[in-house]
């Protein structure tokens, strides 16, 4: 069973950045970062495997950055100059296999407990 702990949530004026972590307890081939606002679906933000393949949300290239330290078998998010509509719930989800939807929430087996990250304007 894998286990996931999401860490580095917080609140932040727009413009602000903030850095989330997520440690697993096993090394896992697919990582991603997913969020979900209150009244919405959950959606994809950034994925990563372990082969270095990344994938980016529309909404956050260029302000966003993952990365994994494999070593460690923790995942990384840099969120620089966010906006309020980046304010959700954020949550770490892993996989073991490869799936052609490498950034769908159904497509990941394990999921942490979340943290939140709220931007205010």
């Known amino acids: 069973q894998v286990q996931l702990v999401e860490s580095g949530g917080g609140s932040v004026q727009a413009g602000g950045s903030l850095r989330l972590s997520c440690a697993a307890n096993?090394?896992?081939?697919?990582m991603g970062w997913f969020r979900q606002a209150p009244g919405k679906e959950r959606e994809g933000v950034a994925a990563?495997?372990?082969?270095?393949?990344?994938d980016y949300a529309d909404s956050v290239k260029g302000r966003f950055t993952i990365s994994r330290d494999n070593a460690k078998n923790t995942l990384y998010l840099q969120m620089n100059s966010l906006k309020p509509e980046d304010t959700a719930l954020y949550y770490c989800?892993?996989?073991?296999?490869?799936?052609?939807?490498?950034?769908?929430?159904?497509?990941?087996?394990?999921w942490g407990q979340g943290t939140q990250v709220t931007v205010s304007s």
């Open positions: 989800a892993a996989d073991p296999r490869w799936s052609v939807a490498f950034m769908s929430p159904s497509s990941y087996m394990y």
């Open positions: 990563i495997s372990s082969t270095g393949r990344i």
């Open positions: 096993s090394s896992i081939y697919r």
